[in-house]
């Protein structure tokens, strides 16, 4: 089946390239900026690039919002139900089982002096809390995990807001969601409660992918492959936005304007041009874009500041982490995530004639 941007149906191929390019602005940063290779130019665009790093993990939650929200709409057009319990089986097959194995792997590391976590760190990222301000964090090893909490905390809320979307215009009542957040957000901003303006800020990124997939098809496709010119327009302001706006400007762009440039960059990629259509549907690219969740985990690991650091050292452990994910995604995690898909059938079905 062909993978159209417009087809609710299959897979989008082109999300997967997204996220591809997502974990390579992840991964830059941490290789230029956090693993201590003394690179003379850096230092000028740091600021850029640690906010690039941003920018990846943003469009993680765009795409991540999209994807649970049409996967329950195409449930709910399907069934007319939803199971939540069907919902958390998947998602626990698909996110905890890759997060336990690199946390094992942090733990064992550290028992052999190669790197340093504590157990109450290790424990933090295990219940998904390293968004949250603990006097010791997560270290390094698993301080990226914040973005898992913040994806794992609004899983648990989500189905009860997709439930109460459900009844009548359930695009109406995001619009009024994803305003009231921003608002929201802004005002604490303003009053420098940083958690509560973090909270709403990222979640609304993911509202907004949600809101994208409630949107009707013929709705959605008024602008769907953009014109070139005009989707050019979007990478460029919020590189502009990045490079020259101060910290606290940058950040409130951040709550009301990127929210709005995020998603259209993404869904309104102009497919309709060949050439760009072989670069965001290529096979390569897709593929990590599919196995960007396990390269994301263990990239941490290979771009930390080894002493004495070299690039060349860092990109091999990058190399390594792109071929481990490869290898982790066919042999563990894709038969998790068919024997969570056959459980969350039978919880469907086992729902269905509940109701029968």
Not at 35 to 40: C, D, F, K, T, Y
Not at 84 to 91: D, E, I, P
Not at 93 to 102: D, G, V
Not at 235 to 253: D, F, H, Q, R, W
């Amino acid at each position: 089946m062909e993978n159209s941007p417009t087809n609710h149906t299959s897979r989008l191929a082109y999300l997967d390239c997204w996220r591809f390019l997502a974990v390579l602005m992840v991964i830059q940063a941490h290789v230029l900026i956090f693993s201590g290779v003394n690179l003379p130019w850096v230092e000028a665009y740091s600021l850029l690039l640690d906010r690039l790093s941003e920018l990846g993990v943003l469009i993680f939650f765009v795409i991540s919002g999209f994807v649970i929200c049409r996967g329950l709409v195409q449930e709910h057009a399907t069934t007319g139900q939803i199971c939540l319990s069907a919902f958390y089986v998947r998602r626990a097959c698909r996110i905890l089982p890759p997060l336990w194995l690199y946390l094992c792997c942090l733990v064992i590391l550290n028992a052999y002096g190669v790197i340093h976590i504590n157990g109450q760190q290790a424990l933090t990222a295990f219940f998904f809390l390293c968004n949250m301000p603990f006097p010791q964090e997560c270290s390094w090893f698993a301080g990226h995990t914040w973005t898992l909490a913040y994806e794992e905390q609004f899983y648990l809320l989500f189905p009860g807001i997709f439930l109460w979307l459900a009844p009548a215009k359930p695009s109406q009542r995001l619009q009024m969601a994803i305003g009231s957040l921003l608002l929201m957000s802004v005002y604490a901003r303003f009053n420098q409660l940083k958690l509560l303006a973090d909270f709403t800020m990222y979640f609304n990124f993911m509202l907004v992918g949600c809101y994208t997939a409630l949107i009707p098809q013929s709705t959605l496709q008024r602008y769907l492959n953009l014109p070139l010119g005009v989707w050019l327009v979007l990478p460029i302001v919020l590189l502009l936005c990045m490079a020259n706006l101060s910290k606290v400007a940058e950040t409130y762009a951040k709550t009301c304007l990127y929210p709005i440039l995020i998603p259209l960059m993404i869904f309104g990629t102009p497919l309709q041009y060949v050439w760009l259509k072989k670069i965001f549907q290529h096979r390569l690219t897709c593929y990590f874009g599919r196995i960007s969740y396990s390269i994301y985990l263990w990239q941490e690991l290979a771009t930390s500041d080894y002493l004495p650091a070299s690039l060349v050292r860092t990109l091999s452990y990058v190399l390594l982490v792109f071929l481990f994910s490869a290898l982790s995604f066919h042999y563990f995690e894709q038969p998790l995530i068919l024997k969570g898909a056959g459980w969350s059938k039978r919880l469907q079905s086992s729902m269905k004639l509940a109701r029968t």
